[in-house]
């Protein structure tokens, strides 16, 4: 049995390590280890020393992540502590910080759940031609139009390994997967492409232009898509990658929300096809439908879902901030 204020540390499997605060009575089987400070010692102190000393226990005990904790182990471990009154008030400290961390984790989740929401009512259903959430001013109904009919696709570039890591950006999968829009300044490869020779537009990407991930482990991430939004300079495209040249009208913000909706989404991983690896090819793309409002509406709906994305982000740097702070403080505050 353990009781409210006991400290629970789990000794087997992935984890290990794991350290908390029992929030109510029950029970435990063997996989977790209860610890009842004697009196002079603080559950929060000694919990908070625990969680900033798993890496090295881990390390230490557990070579390549084989094996488990033990009751034992952990008896031996030889830890510093101050008189009580520190001892608790470190450990409140530490537990407002925690405090602070999970109010920020539920700030962050509840956003992502609302986005998700709105992308689900904010474009229309399989069959409708209006969404059930509308902005009141946009009355008309959408249109249905291919992919094929927006966009002229073609694959990239493959060159010798003596091309690469020089010259002009190259866009790859992982620009596609690791960012919320393409711009130049953001790819991380590059390739020794002359962007004004014109035999190698049919390898470029501009402004507007949607850049799918051609291959991809399973289908889930299959014909994953991203925009080029960079106005200035032009980039350059591999060959696990499918660019769709712009050649109608349309809001590139709006178009990025439109290709991650499920709607979409479900059309392009019904097409993938492969066994080891999934691919999606250029034909299949070209039949992929997707509906459009008036470009006043694709603007409006892309400005919304773009500032709740930068809000979205704003909540994960300052989570990532205070759970940096956290570790440095582990650190500086424990002997």
């Given amino acids: 049995m353990v009781y409210t204020g006991d400290i629970l540390y789990a000794l087997y499997g992935a984890t ?5 605060i029992a929030q109510l009575q029950g029970a435990i089987n063997q996989a977790i ?5 004697d009196d002079g010692y603080d559950s929060q102190f000694i919990m908070q020393w625990l969680r900033g000393q798993k890496q090295k226990i881990v390390d230490k005990y557990l070579q390549g ?46 956003l992502q759940e609302q986005k998700i929401g709105l992308l689900q009512k904010m474009f229309p259903k399989e069959g409708a031609n209006v969404p059930e959430v509308r902005f009141p001013e ?11 009919e927006l966009l002229d696709f073609s694959n990239g570039f493959n060159g010798g390994q003596e091309l690469y890591g020089r010259g002009i950006r190259f866009i790859s999968v992982m620009d596609i997967l690791n960012n919320k829009f393409i711009t130049y ?4 490869g590059s390739v020794n492409l002359d962007p004004t020779n014109k035999s190698n537009e049919r390898f470029l990407v501009r402004y507007g232009d949607i850049v799918f991930q051609r291959s991809s482990e399973n289908v889930e991430d299959a014909g994953k898509s991203n925009v080029y939004m960079d106005k200035e300079k032009p980039a350059a495209f591999g060959g696990f990658v499918i660019r769709g040249k712009k050649i109608a009208v349309y809001e590139p ?3 990025k929300y439109v290709l991650d909706g499920q709607f979409v989404r479900n059309q392009i991983m019904s097409v993938a096809q492969g066994a080891q690896h999934i691919n999606v090819g250029q034909e299949a793309l070209r039949n992929i439908l997707v509906n459009l409002p008036k470009a006043d509406e694709q603007k409006s709906i892309g400005s919304f879902f773009l500032e709740i994305d930068n809000l979205i982000t704003l909540h994960q740097r300052k989570l990532e901030h205070l759970q940096e702070q956290k570790k440095a403080l582990l650190q500086q505050m424990f002997i």
């Fill in 253 to 255: 913000i709006f178009m």
């Fill in 185 to 188: 300044d953001v790819i991380l």
């Fill in 138 to 148: 946009f009355t008309d109904p959408w249109e249905q139009r291919k992919l094929g």
């Fill in 65 to 110: 992540g084989q094996g488990n904790l033990s009751g034992a182990l952990v008896k031996n471990l030889l830890v510093k502590f101050p008189i009580y009154k520190e001892q608790q008030q470190i450990g409140i400290f530490f537990g407002n910080l925690d405090n602070l961390i999970t109010l920020h984790q539920r700030k962050l989740k509840h």
């Fill in 16 to 20: 290990s390590g794991e350290v908390g």
């Fill in 33 to 37: 280890l209860a610890i009842k400070p």
